[in-house]
C-alpha cells in the first residue's frame, strides 16, 4: 500500500500510458446519461458523472455469454476457451467497486465460476472517489460504501490542486513503477487524505432514516409488512431495477442447436428475478406469482439473505434501480417505509 501525488495535467498522460498495455474502459457521456466504454483518448472520460446506464459489472459478467459448445450424442460438452484481453476499468466509483466485490463473494465461492476468475485475472480497477454525492437518489452513505475500502488496484482522489492516488495491490504497484508522472509522499498523503474526506462528510446527505446497523433488524420484521402490497401495486414487472443493479447475478442458461442438428452452443444471459416467470416451475406452479413478493424478494436480497450469508449488504446505494424505475418506485422511499412501520411511528 503506496499514496502518491499526480498532478491534474498528468492524468491523460497517465491514461495514455496505460493504452499502450490495456485496453481501457472508462464512463462516457452518452446523450445525457454515462456508459462504461472502451476509449480511444484520455478527453472522452468523463469524471463527474452519476452511475452509469449498467453497472462495470458487465466485464467481469457479461449480459451474453457462450459457455461451450457440444455435438450432439456425445456426453461431454467443450468449454470456451476465454481469450481476455487486458482491461483497466478506469474511474470506477465507490459504490461500483463493492458491488464487484459483492460479485466476488458470490462467483469464488466454492465451487467458483471459472468465466468470472478468468475475466477477473485480467481487469485492473482504477477507482475515483466521489467527494459529492451522484444526485437524490444516491443512499452510498447509509450502506457506507461512499468511502474507498477494498476491491480496487488504484484509487484516485480529487485533492483540489492534484490527486492523491492510493496504490492498493501487485497490479497495482506494477503500473504505476518506474512512472515518472508520480510523486511519493506516503505520511503527506494519508493526512490529506483524512482531512479532504472529513470536509467531504459535509456534502452528503442522508437518505435513509434507519442507520446502517439497524437494517438487518427492520428487514427481519418487515417479511409481512404491508409496504411490499403498495409496492407491488405500482410495479410493472419490467426487470429495469435487477438489469442495472451491480449486485444482481442472476442468469437463464439456454442451448442452441444448429439447423444441422449435430452440434449446438450452451449459453446463458442474465435473467431477472422481477420477471413473472422467473420462479415459476413444471406444471405451471409459481413460488412468486405476485408481483409484490417478487419486489419483496428483491430487496431481501440485497438487505436479508447475503448478510445471512456472506455478512453483508448487497445494496451498494447506487441509486440505479430507482433512476430506472418506469413506475417510480423509490429504494429510500420503500425503506424508510419499512422503518417507519417497524419502530411504530
Known amino acids: ?9 498528468d492524468l491523460g498522460p497517465f491514461v495514455d500510458s496505460l493504452m499502450k498495455n490495456y485496453k481501457v474502459v472508462a464512463p462516457t457521456k452518452k446523450e445525457n446519461l454515462f456508459v462504461f466504454a472502451e476509449i480511444e483518448n484520455a478527453d472522452e472520460i468523463s469524471l463527474d458523472y452519476i452511475p452509469t446506464i449498467v453497472p462495470p459489472k458487465k466485464y467481469f459478467f457479461p449480459q451474453k455469454e457462450k459457455l461451450g459448445s457440444f455435438n450432439l450424442g456425445d456426453v461431454k460438452m467443450t468449454e470456451t476457451s476465454i481469450e481476455m484481453t487486458p482491461t483497466v476499468i478506469f474511474a470506477a466509483h465507490t459504490c461500483d467497486i463493492d458491488g464487484m466485490e459483492c460479485l466476488d463473494h458470490v462467483f469464488s465461492t466454492s465451487p467458483a465460476d471459472p468465466y468470472y476468475m478468468r475475466r477477473k485475472k485480467s481487469i485492473v480497477v482504477i477507482g475515483y472517489e466521489c467527494m459529492k454525492p451522484c444526485d437524490k437518489h444516491a443512499t452510498c452513505v447509509t450502506m457506507d460504501t461512499h468511502v474507498p475500502k477494498a476491491g480496487y488496484d488504484i484509487m484516485i482522489t480529487d485533492a483540489k490542486d492534484k ?10 504497484d506494477e503500473i504505476i513503477k518506474g512512472n515518472k508522472l508520480f510523486k511519493e509522499v506516503d505520511g503527506e498523503a494519508k493526512a490529506l487524505l483524512k482531512e479532504l474526506r ?3 462528510k459535509k456534502n452528503f446527505n442522508v437518505n435513509l432514516t434507519a442507520k446502517f446497523r439497524e437494517l438487518e433488524g427492520i428487514f427481519e420484521k418487515s417479511y409481512k409488512s404491508k409496504v411490499w402490497e403498495d409496492v407491488g401495486k405500482r410495479c410493472v414487472s419490467c426487470g429495469n431495477c435487477t438489469a442495472v443493479c451491480p449486485t444482481c447475478y442472476c442468469f437463464d442458461m439456454y442451448d442452441k442447436v444448429d439447423l444441422d442438428l449435430t452440434k449446438g452452443t450452451r449459453e446463458r444471459m442474465w435473467d431477472s428475478c422481477q420477471l413473472e416467470e422467473f420462479a415459476e416451475v413444471a406444471g405451471g406452479e409459481n413460488f412468486r406469482e405476485e408481483r409484490s413478493s417478487r419486489q419483496r424478494h428483491r430487496y431481501y436480497r440485497k438487505f436479508d439473505y447475503p448478510v445471512k450469508k456472506f455478512n453483508k449488504f ?14 417510480d418506485i423509490k429504494l429510500s422511499e420503500t425503506v424508510n417505509d419499512l422503518t417507519k412501520e417497524c419502530k411504530g411511528e
Open 1 to 9: 500500500m503506496r499514496y502518491l501525488y499526480l498532478a491534474k495535467k
Open 163 to 172: 490527486y492523491v492516488i492510493h496504490i492498493n495491490s501487485t497490479k497495482g
Open 198 to 200: 472529513e470536509e467531504k
Open 314 to 327: 448487497f445494496c451498494t446505494g447506487c441509486g440505479r434501480c430507482t433512476r430506472s424505475c418506469v413506475a
